[in-house]
Nanobody, 133 residues
Framework: EVRLVESGGGSVQSGGSLRLSCTALGFTLDEADVTWYREAPGAECEFVALMQRDGNIYYEDPMKGRATVSRDVTKTTLYLEMTNLGPDDTAVYTC???????????????????????????WGQGTQVTVSS
């Protein structure tokens, strides 16, 4: 079975920082392109950052300049370090993988409509980030 599990969310004050983790089970991150998304209630899901299997990293506008993606040496965990958080960053943060050898997609939420969302076949359950003003 292949899975992704997020952790590291919580409540922080404006200006604070968080480090989210996306851990792969049943595969390694060099097998897949892995994307961080975020979705707030009533808002469209947003592409945050992508690390491709070869290590190339891409950021989108929502957190560009405030987010850093990294991968551990075992290639099992993808980190999303976020700084200078504000209330607009309040959302459920979810990681998703495009795993060529296959995966059973259990996610049917709004992030499927985000950039690259539908291509992903492995999804985590998400971790809540709440930023107070």
């Amino acid at each position: 079975e292949v899975r992704l599990v997020e952790s590291g969310g919580g409540s922080v004050q404006s200006g604070g920082s968080l480090r989210l983790s996306c851990t792969a089970l049943g595969f390694t991150l060099d097998e897949a392109d892995v994307t961080w998304y975020r979705e707030a209630p009533g808002a469209e899901c947003e592409f945050v950052a992508l690390m491709q299997r070869d290590g190339n990293i891409y950021y989108e506008d929502p957190m560009k300049g405030r987010a850093t993606v990294s991968r551990d040496v075992t290639k099992t965990t993808l980190y999303l370090e976020m700084t200078n958080l504000g209330p607009d960053d309040t959302a459920v943060y979810t990681c998703a993988a495009d795993l060529p050898r296959g995966g059973d997609r259990t996610y049917e939420g709004g992030c499927l409509g985000a950039l690259g969302g539908y291509q992903n076949n492995v999804w985590g359950q998400g971790t809540q980030v709440t930023v107070s003003s």
